[in-house]
């Protein structure tokens, strides 16, 4: 599989955590939420999550990020917590000048696509959620054996996560990837070790374990797809269905996996970014020019949708039927309304925000 060509940058979070973000692809905006063991420039390369990429940054402007302590980003400068990586997904949407996106949540990214849609509703225009929860092993009534098994997790992670010998960590990437070739459990092996220190992983699965949005989830009303492995050892498959029914009208999809993360060439690996396209198209690509930049007149959204296309000043007076100077002059009121200092950066914004995808109109 050819490497994709990736624009890596930093923004500062709420905190002043320093945060990597990369955009790949070209289109609609779609935002993935940061989970465990990320590692923006590892992954690109990756026969476990170059795939992914590759599917989700067709016809989107794909935006990933690292979350802090983990890949490119800085160390956590204050306790983890779901606030915390909520204000790094925050800042790295604003960094990246996005109005409007589809978000997309996977393991412990679903909790926090939720919070955030809940907390900024007028910015998600769908949420997909795959192989994610709404409430963490801790706050699933848990037995005093899965308690003691937690705690076991977290010691095997302090003690054998940072070593040579992966055989430690292959208990982790046994839960995650079990249907695994040998070269894509190698693989998860070393980024288990590469993408965060022991005690910043064990600190990250300690706070997963006591997450909670489900009062968060039932706020938001945005089209959401929710889709889970029958199989999946790391996140059971009932926490699907419950994440689900907590979300007002959210679509539920099983997958006949009993991967966490999806392989490709698995058959329910293509049969899921099938589904996750055609729930874009139909819920984000074509709702997005109409919901983003609320401020623009009908006018002013006709012509930023030439200007999406790249018409030039010239061109556009031609299709609308209008004087030069006078093109100008709306042209600088759009501008000014994205915020936007250049032509090129207006462009960005609006295609983006889902201009610039239908048909030239005519």
Known sequence: MARLSQSIRFCTS??????????????????RA????????????????????TELSEGHTLLRYD??????SDAARTPLSLDAWVSDLEAVVDAAGLER??????????AISLAYAARHPERVSCLVLLGGYARGPLQRNPTPEQRKQAQLMLDLIELGWGQDNPAFRQV??????????????SWFNELERLSCTPVH??????????????????????????????????VPFEEGRHLAGVIPGARFVPLDSRNHVLLHGEPAFASCFAEIQDFLQTHHRAAAPRTAF??????????LELLAHGLDNLQISAHLGLSEKTVRNKVSSVFAKLDAD?????????????????????
């Open 201 to 234: 992983a064990a600190q990250m699965v300690a706070a997963f374990g006591q997450i909670d949005v489900c009062e968060l989830a039932a706020r938001v009303h945005c089209p959401t797809l929710v889709l889970h492995a029958r199989g999946d050892a790391r």
């Open 294 to 303: 609320p401020t623009l007149t009908p006018g002013e959204r006709e012509l």
């Open 14 to 31: 709420a905190d002043q955590t320093r945060i990597a973000f990369a955009t790949t692809g070209q289109g609609t905006a779609v935002v």
């Open 342 to 362: 250049t032509r090129a950066q207006a462009i960005v914004r609006a295609r983006d925000a889902g201009f610039g995808c239908a048909p030239l109109p005519r």
């Open 67 to 72: 979350g802090r302590g983990c890949g490119l």
């Open 34 to 53: 940061a989970h465990f063991l990320t590692h923006l420039d590892f992954d690109l390369n990756s026969p476990v999550w170059a795939p992914w990429i």
């Open 172 to 185: 982790f990437t046994s839960l995650f990837i079990p249907g695994g070739s040998a070269e894509q459990v």
């Open 101 to 110: 996106f589809a978000l997309f949540g996977c393991s412990q990214g679903a």
